[in-house]
Structure formats: structure tokens, C-alpha cells
């Protein structure tokens, strides 16, 4: 018994960090004077997700992976509680190296988030992303909105750029969720 309480304490610890270095990602960019993500764009998001660290490497096939978070807008404004999600993808043809950026993607509407809400979400299959505009007084209209379904962002060694995603298979972590809510499935929640 006691290594199983050893084990869910762990786990819970685990999510612990993983939502406040998604927190700090979040704040961080959110703080950037020119090269943040419009305010325009975040006050008409119907969600956010945020990734730390997401490892992209290859060697000869390469791939992504990363851990984070999503909150989805509630019909008062206000945010919902946040959910733990994967994202993962390959890529293939001749490549070398390894690079691990933070990803904040806002979802332009409501079926690009609800895809994720029912378990995954395949980018460019299921819901277009663009690389997103950057500087926190960047004019997005209505008519940018509807072009894409997410707007997608990148940090690495501190520059912040918007970042093309298609092919990333983004889903919901159920052991973590179950981990931190108790219970298997809590989007409908």
C-alpha cells in the first residue's frame, strides 16, 4: 500500500510541475512588450493549450512529443479547468538533431477544441493551425479568425515566433487527469 500512495504522490507531482512550468510558459509570453500573442486573438479564444518544453528530434525519422495543458472558455468568459493533454507526431526524410521549444496554441472556435475534448485531435486533419501572428497590438480582424481553427506559437532559447504544427496529434492524458480529478474521463465535465 505504501508504494502504491509512494507512486500517486509522484504521479501528482508530476502534474503539479507540469501545470505551473505551463503557467510560468503562459505568463512569461503573456509579459513580452512587442512579441506576444494579439489581444485581440486571446479575448475571442475559445481555448488555450500549453505545452513546455516539447521535444522535437530526429535522427533519420523524426518526431515531437510534449506534455501540457488546454482550458477551454466558459459561456460567463471565464476559463475552465485546465485538462493534462499530449501532443506527439512524426516527420520523415533526412534530419538531425534535437530541439525543445514551449508551444501555446489559441483555438479560433469551437470545433477545433471540441475535437480535442472528445480524446484527439489530428492538426491539419481535423482542424487547420496556422503559424500565428505575433506583437501584442497586431491587428486580427474577424476575417483572419475564420482562417484558421488554432494559431499556433513557439519559444525556443527565448525568441517567439509563430510555428507551423501540421501533422501533430494532439490528445487528452488520461492517466494524468485521472491522477489529478480522480476520474477517467473529464472533458465532459
Given at each position: 500500500?505504501?508504494?502504491?500512495?509512494?507512486?500517486?504522490?509522484?504521479?501528482?507531482?508530476?502534474?503539479?510541475?507540469?501545470?505551473?512550468?505551463?503557467?510560468?510558459?503562459?505568463?512569461?509570453?503573456?509579459?513580452?512588450?512587442?512579441?506576444?500573442?494579439?489581444?485581440?486573438?486571446?479575448?475571442?479564444?475559445?481555448?488555450?493549450?500549453?505545452?513546455?518544453?516539447?521535444?522535437?528530434?530526429?535522427?533519420?525519422?523524426?518526431?515531437?512529443?510534449?506534455?501540457?495543458?488546454?482550458?477551454?472558455?466558459?459561456?460567463?468568459?471565464?476559463?475552465?479547468?485546465?485538462?493534462?493533454?499530449?501532443?506527439?507526431?512524426?516527420?520523415?526524410?533526412?534530419?538531425?538533431g534535437v530541439e525543445a521549444t514551449d508551444v501555446v496554441m489559441?483555438?479560433?472556435?469551437?470545433?477545433?477544441?471540441?475535437?480535442?475534448?472528445?480524446?484527439?485531435?489530428?492538426?491539419?486533419?481535423?482542424?487547420?493551425?496556422?503559424?500565428?501572428?505575433?506583437?501584442?497590438?497586431?491587428?486580427?480582424?474577424?476575417?483572419?479568425?475564420?482562417?484558421?481553427?488554432?494559431?499556433?506559437?513557439?519559444?525556443?532559447?527565448?525568441?517567439?515566433?509563430?510555428?507551423?504544427?501540421?501533422?501533430?496529434?494532439?490528445?487528452?492524458?488520461?492517466?494524468?487527469?485521472?491522477?489529478?480529478?480522480?476520474?477517467?474521463?473529464?472533458?465532459?465535465?
Amino acid at each position: 500500500l505504501s508504494a502504491q500512495t509512494a507512486t500517486s504522490s509522484t504521479k501528482q507531482s508530476d502534474e503539479a510541475a507540469r501545470a505551473e512550468n505551463a503557467a510560468n510558459v503562459l505568463s512569461e509570453i503573456m509579459e513580452a512588450p512587442d512579441q506576444g500573442i494579439p489581444e485581440a486573438l486571446l479575448k475571442k479564444a475559445y481555448g488555450i493549450a500549453v505545452i513546455p518544453h516539447v521535444v522535437k528530434g530526429a535522427f533519420g525519422v523524426g518526431g515531437r512529443y510534449g506534455k501540457g495543458l488546454v482550458a477551454q472558455r466558459n459561456a460567463d468568459g471565464g476559463w475552465g479547468t485546465p485538462l493534462f493533454i499530449e501532443i506527439g507526431g512524426g516527420s520523415f526524410g533526412f534530419q538531425l538533431g534535437v530541439e525543445a521549444t514551449d508551444v501555446v496554441m489559441v483555438f479560433t472556435n469551437r470545433d477545433g477544441i471540441q475535437s480535442l475534448l472528445k480524446g484527439k485531435l489530428k492538426i491539419g486533419a481535423d482542424a487547420s493551425a496556422t503559424a500565428g501572428p505575433v506583437g501584442r497590438k497586431a491587428e486580427v480582424g474577424t476575417d483572419v479568425l475564420l482562417k484558421s481553427a488554432i494559431y499556433s506559437y513557439s519559444r525556443s532559447k527565448g525568441l517567439f515566433a509563430g510555428i507551423a504544427l501540421d501533422g501533430a496529434v494532439l490528445q487528452l492524458d488520461d492517466d494524468a487527469n485521472k491522477s489529478v480529478y480522480g476520474k477517467e474521463s473529464v472533458a465532459a465535465d
